[in-house]
């Protein structure tokens, strides 16, 4: 496929510790030496972010994020529908998404594989809410443990590195967490014998999240199906011994974690939990999560 004329870049100068702009004139060169028209733009907020994303979605031929998985989830939701290919150049925290698609963590080479890139078809996952709001994500999404360190994450811990800074964060909100108690309804079926405290219910459409953290590690981002995970009301001190195998294989065979996958889930709780969609809180419980196959269109390496 030839590369598209006309490129918008969207960069979030709050991103990567603010890490963004320091390689603009590299990747502007690059596209520049394959004739490319290209423009960056520096929204200044989240409201910005989403009216540039919505119309540039008219306007150009291809809309590229430079950021990490929130900001791709903001311009995701302003295009959607619009048949606009998107690309990441990762210089978030996370960038779970990025590594989803096989896209180099490097921005440059990141520019470089969009270059040389094709079309990749990639499911979003919607999350609706009792208020009738509803939202979308692409990653990992869920309540309990992970969304209390969500907003540790992007506060008190918002400058550490990587996985770091959502390990640090896990342990921090574990002092004072108390482990929901979840009925967990799965393609019509509830899946549990009863509302049991978790210390985590997450549904995802990658298999990390968390900047690397093997929560679904056979998850795809194609498949039509979104990846649940459930974890017991674990003490920290397993806490502590999950997290390296977390970080390495994902391969946590332990009686109190279960997995499964369909494509729709309803999360229910005695008391409102908050949802959290890659690391943004987007509501409270009740939740139903469904999956949007092939929603976005984006340009990632081809795929062998």
């Known amino acids: 496929m030839p590369a598209p004329r006309r490129i918008l870049v969207l ?33 200044q907020d989240a409201a910005e972010l989403t009216r540039l994303a919505s119309a540039g979605a008219a306007l150009h031929e291809a809309i590229l ?16 529908g619009s048949g606009v290919p998107l690309g990441i150049l990762p210089v978030g925290g996370g960038n779970d998404v990025a590594a989803a698609l096989g896209i180099p963590r490097d921005p440059i080479a990141a520019a470089a594989a969009f270059l040389s890139g094709a079309p990749r078809r990639m499911d979003v996952l919607r999350a609706q809410f009792s208020d009738g709001r509803a939202a979308g994500y692409l990653g990992g999404g869920g309540i309990g443990l992970d969304a209390a360190a969500a907003r540790l994450a992007s506060g008190r811990f918002a400058r550490w590195p990587g996985a770091v800074r959502y390990f640090a964060s896990a342990l921090s909100a574990l002092v004072e967490f108390i482990a929901p108690a979840v009925e967990v309804e799965l393609d019509g079926t509830r899946i549990l014998a009863s509302a049991e405290p978790l210390l985590l219910a997450v549904v995802t459409n990658t298999p990390t999240y968390g900047a690397g953290i093997r929560i679904a590690p056979a998850a795809k981002i194609d498949d039509g199906l979104l990846d649940v995970t459930f974890v017991g009301d674990l003490n920290w001190t397993r ?7 977390l970080l390495r294989t994902g391969d946590l065979r332990w009686p109190e974690v279960m997995r499964s996958r369909g494509r729709r ?40």
Request: proline share 8%; net charge positive.
């Open 239 to 245: 806490v502590l011994e999950a997290f390296p195998v």
């Open 11 to 43: 960069v979030n100068p709050a991103a990567g510790r603010g890490r963004a702009h320091r390689f603009i004139p590299a990747i502007a060169s690059l596209f520049q030496k394959h004739g490319l028209a290209v423009e960056f733009i520096t929204p």
């Open 65 to 80: 994020v430079m950021g990490g998985d929130g900001t791709f989830q903001h311009v995701v939701r302003s295009t959607l």
């Open 265 to 304: 889930v309803v999360l229910r709780t005695e008391r409102s939990a908050p949802f959290h969609g890659d690391g943004e809180i987007l509501g409270e419980t009740p939740v139903e999560i469904s999956v949007l196959p092939g929603a976005i269109n984006v340009i990632a390496p081809r795929q062998r």
